[in-house]
């Protein structure tokens, strides 16, 4: 992943350390934090549905589970 969105830089890093941070882009940068949420969200969403104690979310069919995985494993700088 190179620093060409805003989405991926790591601010003053992005200079002269570009070279050696760039692993640390997927993880630390905006667009990382953003990955990271949507992967949380989902599987606190997965588990809750599959809580029965909790009503106020049903439980999620079978195709519903590994889509909202995709969703969150292929999570990319256009979503």
Known sequence: MTATSPLTALSP???RY???VEALRPIFSEFGL???RVL???RWL???ADEPAIAEVA???TPAR???MTLAD???LQD
């Open 59 to 61: 439980k999620l069919d």
């Open 46 to 48: 997965l588990a809750l």
């Open 40 to 42: 949380v969200e989902v």
């Open 18 to 20: 570009a070279g050696k």
């Open 74 to 76: 292929g999570f990319s």
């Open 66 to 68: 590994p889509f909202l």
């Open 34 to 36: 953003m990955h990271r």
């Open 13 to 15: 890093l992005d200079g």
